[in-house]
């Protein structure tokens, strides 16, 4: 029943008189309440169901629309209320639901919108409709409102609404040929001129934000029909139209035929009320005793086991896939007309159009899902243009090496996705299929071009094969669309169209391979490794007693003036929220104080021993309770100078290793390597092609003889080419071959008849020699085993197949013993110490997994979990610390300590584990007394002399990989690089000389007022300057002063290494100062020693440590831009943009062009070393 309300707002419209609308004063008003009504309406859309029960649209609202367009605001809400009503069902309801009420109601919603597009049928709907879009389209963009825009959107969505209605079975059951609901909403839109209005939307430049809308509109006016009908139309070919209808009629009257004669030859002469009963021999029955027949003797072919049995009902979810609705031919005047628009469209729209869409589908300004359209127009317009007189300037937008890519990507997505969301697999199948039928229609296209007698043409679609065939990607596409098959998800007509094109593409790449002698193309190899673990931080090496008497000496004064002040005693010596209880954390609350105290944070470490005092009394640990001054500043300074053990930070615990090494990075190696065709056919010589040729075949009778002739095609490549008739020994394609040879019209199959005569004669010449012929019929086959099954079993070499050679009971029970013997033995790997002992044939570790577990030994192979590497705690035995002090002694005054000791230390070590077991044994005080000596004498000035022998390359990047990236810095010697300095003032570098200089100085003095050092880049900010950094003299002068270049692909910037110190890099600035004839003298205050360009200058100062403990390990780096920012950055920061010049020094001194680019590579560099 209709709501009370609605119904008087439906009564408020108008009333209709014959033909003759008449509407009431609130019709207006009404309308707009309708517009409220529907947007309230509840999930089970009542407020639309009523409506469409009360025939709202067809009684009020067009004929509103039909004598009153000249009220434009109520036109408007009349046009706003049908895109509403006319909404398709499935947006409505978001999808097809599944319990039976609300399918129901999106069913009864369903109904009445084909009722509305019933209604839309008629000539006077849609001129109206045309003659507003027409009026509006007249308008300019100056003149054009916002609502005339949006009356624009609303007409061709009502418009895509009506013709998205799909058609009722129920109702439409007429041959081809009749004019449906579709036809004749088709007509009216073409008598009233929307076509033309259509093309031009699709054709204006004006009109582009039309764009999709138009292609949604023009692939619906499509949707029933087949672009090679439409071609063949109205070409003289009336006989041709009718001569599938004729083959498939004299196919069905031969059948006729045959069973008529066989009926006639099985009745016998005499008609018998005794049928009799036989006794079939050799066809046993349930017991051991033969088959009872109880019928006539012509009923007997017929006869099977299953006679009388409940069919099995198959479970949805093994259904197959529905096909989705199949062409049917529509009216011939709507064939024609729509022939004609093809035409139309292809000549005056189509590239523009196809331009504009996919530029708006790339910028992502679609919807989603809005590619379809695109996929659907490529492969429909396409395929009309080659078979009405093959034009490629017509559809140049989609033929090229860009579309087969675009194509692909979606393809490959829709196939991912597919695989991933199992729940709308089937609706990305038919998305899947759309982009397979465009592909197609791209490769056919391109095979066209082919045959064109154009020189331009041909040269065109060989430019295009050769791309598409290099690259990997085409060539794997159709082996994964083969091998994921699924057909209770994708229907037979994709395998169809798979099919078809596989066989066409094979064909080309055939040809394209026949005219040359050899053939390069693109291969992939995707290879996993476990990530590396992150280098755990070193802990800091403890200062000397020297460095504790002197930072003793500076924190005396602060605690006497400390002592003498009363101070809070607010902190907390304990972490009351840790898992250790507070009794035990007094060895913690001593380290606090001894950090503070080493921080020479004096006042925190007295308040800290206080507190500890009054929570730990008992012992005297931090003192006596009455303690004085004096003896808190005695414990204070036993607390500083005390080794307290600390735990390093290396030590992590079994479970964090394992997580972390179980970390694995994918990497892609691109390669070419030259092309073989039968390497490439024999990838589809596999048992998931084979079913799913075999499934296809199974329908040969419906199937077209295109069809059936490429599915024959492959299957002939498989037994001939690669020569593997074994393959197709399958019982499942040998019923299908009796089903084909005892077929009345066979005849019309012949390629499929020679096919099986071909596979059956085979077969029987196999069986006479392998009598597991028959037995192999059951099973889908592999290469592997085809080869076995016509060579003979056990062929196979070892290492050739995969079928391991049978264990004979000799070793079983060795197996068996061994087993027995290791298995209680402690923290051996069982099935490792099993293999070090097996005799041969060496067997491989998951064979003897699987055969323990066979045996019964083991319930599974998780029992035997393979070691992973570094997940064993790493310690040393007395004896191999005897072996490395030995060792460390024997080497300790070669070039390189280290590198001789990892080669011939007995257990194997990484160098980090053996740098840090040295330290710990006290046999170096630091880790710079095992880096390798250099020959500067043997090294040119410009040679890296940090290169390691040969041999032990392995070891550095296991090392590099345990440990991290650690720098070797090369300090620079006195008066170094002063020959290059001259030679380059000479060849005029003498601007980025200063530039080189200015940076030195400036970081020298950066880090004595930081106190902090860091990596500094080099950013050449001029194009002088940075026409200097690649001159290789100038990159030699960088060497020889002790700069580094750039360590790897993330960056791009020589670097002043952190550990040279200030008084360095004023000595290599020195070095590469200008010398005049008549040096300046020094500045005031500074001895004559430090001016730049004296002889031996600096040559009295000692040279100070290079690495520091810690240096070089900060997260970011500080960048220095010589003549830009007068101050290193923090790390992290990012750069502070340069000041703008001032408005009189514009034209003096313009900002260099490359200068935001250079800052930019400097960010960016400096955001990827936070990152890692």
């Known amino acids: 029943m209709m709501n009370c309300e609605l119904l008087a707002t439906c009564s408020a419209l108008g009333y209709l008189e014959g033909d003759v609308y008449h509407r009431e004063p609130d019709c207006l008003e009404s309308v707009k309440d309708l517009i409220r009504y529907l947007r309230h309406e509840d999930e089970t859309r009542d407020v639309r169901q009523q409506l469409g029960a009360a025939q709202i649209l067809q009684n009020d609202l067009l004929p509103i629309l039909v004598q009153y367009p000249q009220e434009k605001v109520l036109f408007d809400a009349v046009v706003r209320l049908m895109v509403n009503l006319t909404q398709p069902a499935l947006l409505c309801f978001g999808k097809v639901p599944a319990d039976a009420t609300s399918r129901h109601h999106f069913l009864q919603v369903l109904s009445y919108l084909q009722a509305y597009k019933e209604a839309f049928a008629s000539e006077k709907v849609f001129g109206v409709l045309s003659e507003k879009l027409y009026d509006l389209l007249q308008l300019d963009w100056e003149q054009r409102q916002e609502e005339d825009t949006l009356l624009i959107e609303r007409i061709l969505l009502l418009v895509r609404n009506v013709l998205h209605v799909p058609p009722d079975p129920a109702e439409e059951q007429g041959v081809d040929g009749d004019a449906s609901v579709h036809d004749r909403v088709l007509w009216a839109l073409h008598i009233s001129g929307m076509d033309d209005l259509l093309k031009f939307l699709a054709s204006a430049q004006a009109e582009q934000q039309w764009a999709l809308h138009v292609l949604e509109i023009i692939s619906l006016m499509f949707r029933d029909q087949s672009p090679e009908e439409l071609a063949a139309l109205g070409q003289g070919q009336a006989a041709a139209e009718h001569g599938e209808d004729t083959r498939e009629l004299e196919m069905l009257r031969q059948r006729e035929l045959v069973e008529r004669r066989a009926r006639a030859l099985q009745r016998p002469s005499r008609h018998s009320r005794f049928g009799g ?558 293999l070090a002992h097996l005799p041969a044939p060496g067997r491989t570790r998951r064979q003897v997994v699987k055969q323990l577990v066979r045996l019964g030994l083991a319930a599974s192979a998780r029992d035997f979990p393979r070691e992973r590497k570094g997940t064993r705690i790493v310690l040393w035995t007395q004896e191999q610390e005897e072996e490395l002090t030995r060792l460390f002694e024997e080497f300790h005054g070669s070039e390189d300590v280290l590198g001789n000791i990892m080669k011939h230390l007995t257990a194997r070590r990484s160098r980090a584990r053996v740098v840090e077991k040295l330290l710990g044994l006290g046999l170096v005080s630091e880790r710079k007394e095992l880096y390798k000596k250099r020959r500067r004498k043997s090294h040119g000035p410009g040679q890296d002399s940090s290169a390691e022998d040969g041999d032990s390359e392995e070891e550095e990047e296991e090392d590099e990989a345990e440990e991290g990236p650690m720098e070797e810095h090369w300090l620079p010697e006195e008066g170094a690089g002063q020959g290059l300095v001259h030679r380059l003032h000479q060849e005029g570098l003498a601007g980025p000389l200063r530039w080189l200089e200015n940076c030195l100085r400036r970081a020298a003095g950066d880090r004595e007022e930081d106190g902090v050092s860091h990596p500094v880049p ?64 020094p500045p005031q205050g500074l001895p004559e020693s430090w001016a730049p360009g004296v002889p031996g200058s600096h040559s009295t100062c000692p040279r100070p440590l290079c690495h520091l403990p810690g240096a070089g390990e900060v997260g970011g780096e500080q960048g220095s831009i010589p003549g830009g920012a007068q101050h290193p950055l923090p790390a992290g920061a990012e750069p502070a943009p340069l000041a703008p010049p001032a408005e009189g020094d514009e034209d003096d001194d313009p900002q260099p062009w490359g200068r935001r680019k250079r800052i930019r590579c400097l960010e960016e560099e400096e955001e990827e070393e936070d990152d890692d």
């Open 277 to 834: 009963s036989y006794v079939l021999q050799g066809l046993k029955a349930i017991g051991d005793r033969d088959v009872v027949f109880h019928k006539g003797l012509h009923n007997l072919k017929s006869y099977s086991h299953d006679l009388g049995k409940e069919t099995r009902r198959v479970p949805r979810r093994r259904q197959a896939a529905p096909e989705a609705e199949s062409p049917r031919r529509s009216a011939r005047n709507v064939r024609l007309f729509l022939r004609h628009f093809c035409q139309d469209f292809l000549e005056g729209c189509y590239n523009r159009l196809m331009l504009l869409v996919k530029d708006q589908l790339v910028r992502e300004r679609a919807q989603q899902h809005d590619e379809t359209y695109y996929l659907w127009a490529t492969a429909f317009f396409m395929a009309f243009n080659r078979r009405r007189g093959f034009r490629p300037e017509l559809v140049s937008e989609t033929v090229g090496v860009r579309a087969f890519h675009f194509i692909e990507q979606n393809l490959t997505t829709y196939y991912e996705m597919a695989l991933m969301d199992k729940k709308e697999a089937a609706t990305w199948a038919r998305r899947m299929h759309l982009a397979l039928k465009a592909y197609q229609e791209l490769l056919r296209t391109v095979q066209e071009m082919d045959r064109s007698p154009e020189q331009a043409v041909r040269d065109s679609s060989q430019v295009i094969k050769s791309n598409i065939f290099y690259l990997m990607e085409y060539r794997e596409l159709f082996l994964a669309l083969f091998r994921k098959f699924d057909e209770t998800k994708q229907p037979r007509s994709f395998l169809r169209d798979l099919v078809e094109t596989a066989h066409l593409f094979l064909r080309m790449l055939e040809r394209f391979c026949r005219g040359r002698a050899s053939l390069v193309v693109q291969s992939k190899r995707v290879r996993r490794k476990k990530k590396p673990r992150a280098p755990a931080a070193l802990a800091p090496q403890p200062p000397s007693a020297e460095e504790l008497e002197e930072l003793w000496a500076a924190l005396a004064p602060q605690l006497q003036a400390c002592l003498q002040v009363p101070l809070p005693e607010d902190m907390v010596p304990f972490d009351a929220a840790s898992e250790t209880p507070v009794e035990e954390q007094r060895a913690e609350a001593l380290l606090r104080i001894q950090g503070c105290l080493r921080d020479a944070r004096a006042p925190q470490a007295l308040r800290l021993l206080r507190s500890a005092r009054d929570v730990w009394p008992e012992g005297d640990v931090f003192g006596a309770a009455d303690a004085g001054p004096p003896e808190e500043t005695r414990l204070l300074r036993e607390i500083l100078f005390a080794p307290l053990p600390r735990e390093s930070p290396a030590e992590e615990p079994e479970e964090e290793e394992e997580e972390d090494e179980e970390e694995e990075t994918e990497t892609v190696q691109v390669s070419e390597k030259e092309f073989n065709f039968l390497d490439y056919l024999k990838r589809f010589a596999c048992a998931p092609v084979v079913r799913a040729l075999v499934l296809l075949l199974r329908g040969y009778a419906r199937n077209t003889p295109r069809t059936n002739h490429c599915a024959a095609r492959l299957l002939h490549r498989l037994a001939r080419d690669l020569r593997m008739e074994a393959m197709l020994f399958q019982l499942s394609l040998f019923s299908l071959f009796h089903r084909l040879l005892s077929d009345p019209a066979a005849g019309a199959h012949q390629e499929l008849v020679a096919l099986a005569k071909f596979i059956l004669g085979k077969f029987f010449a196999l069986a006479a020699t392998n009598k597991k012929a028959f037995v192999e019929l059951l099973f889908w086959k592999s290469p592997a085993a085809v080869r076995e099954m016509t060579e003979g079993y056990g062929s196979l070499g070892e290492g050739e197949g995969s079928r391991a050679p049978p264990w004979t009971p000799q070793e079983e029970q060795e197996l068996r013993e061994l087993y027995w013997k290791y298995k209680e033995v402690e923290g051996e790997d069982v099935v490792a110490a099993i």
């Open 1018 to 1081: 080099l950013v050449p900010l001029s194009e002088e300057n940075e026409d200097a950094m690649e001159d290789r003299r100038f990159q030699a002068l960088l060497q020889q002063l002790g700069l580094r270049p750039p360590a790897s692909e993330q960056e791009s910037f020589w670097r002043i290494p952190a550990a040279l110190t200030p008084q360095q890099l004023r000595r290599a600035a020195a070095s590469i100062a200008h010398r005049s004839p008549d040096p300046p003298p």
